[in-house]
């Protein structure tokens, strides 16, 4: 049954499902964005450029509240309209800036993803690119957040790596959501580098760290 409502003329905010109002902005103007204005602006937007282990990386947002909200209703609770939610604000810059790039998802909970029905990762990149690898995975299931230190060392046991000849000679963006201790991205880089793509880049869409330079 449809029931007639009457501000359907209007897209619904992808997070708070009101209507966006179109308000006389440039960025309303130029962009139909998915999102309203409230919600757009509870992104923490840090836009971080910097070096990790010599490869340039690029990070979005602070991980706040919010971020790590939107986050669990997307991977957490299956809410897959939100993976174009979390680009929106630098949609134009990542599908210019990357569109001659394989985006390299960083892995993730195979058993979840079954659940889920969808990789988090990939649908996020689905958002600014159409050339997706996804053939970075775990040989075994494993939460970061609990583990130590010396626990996270050892996730570098469980990455691996399938079909990586489609990386070679190509430009590759290697795309994780949250930066933690780093040493996902750092196996994942050497994981890739092995198949000598032409060129490599990082882009994390939030950290939680206030010290960017010093804590991964
Ligand atoms: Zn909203």
């Known amino acids: 049954m449809h029931i007639h409502n009457p501000l359907s ?7 708070c499902h009101q209507p966006v109002r179109k308000e006389p902005s440039l960025f309303t103007l130029v962009y139909d964005t998915p999102l309203c204005t409230s919600c757009l602006s509870q992104f923490e937007t840090i836009h971080y450029v910097g070096l990790f282990h010599d490869v340039k990386i690029t990070i979005l947002y602070r991980y706040n509240a919010f971020f790590q909200t939107l986050l669990f209703r997307y991977k957490g609770q299956y809410d897959y309209e939100l993976r174009n939610a979390f680009t929106v604000n630098f949609h134009h810059f990542l599908s210019q800036y990357f569109h001659n790039h394989v985006v390299v998802v960083a892995p993730s909970d195979d058993i979840a993803n079954q659940k889920r029905g969808f990789i988090p ?3 996020i990149a689905s958002s600014f690119s159409s050339d997706i690898f996804t053939g970075l995975y775990k040989k075994a299931p494993f939460k970061q957040a609990e583990q130590s230190f010396e626990g996270r060392q050892k996730i570098k046991d469980i990455i691996d790596i399938k079909n990586g000849d489609v990386l070679r000679k190509k430009k590759v963006l290697l795309f994780d959501d949250v930066i933690t201790s780093g040493s996902t991205l750092e196996k994942c880089l050497e994981l890739i580098c092995l198949y000598h793509p032409t060129s490599i880049e990082i882009l994390v869409l939030a950290t939680r760290s206030f010290h960017l330079e010093k804590n991964f």
């Open 9 to 15: 003329q209007q897209p619904l905010c992808l997070i």
């Open 121 to 123: 990762t990939a649908g």
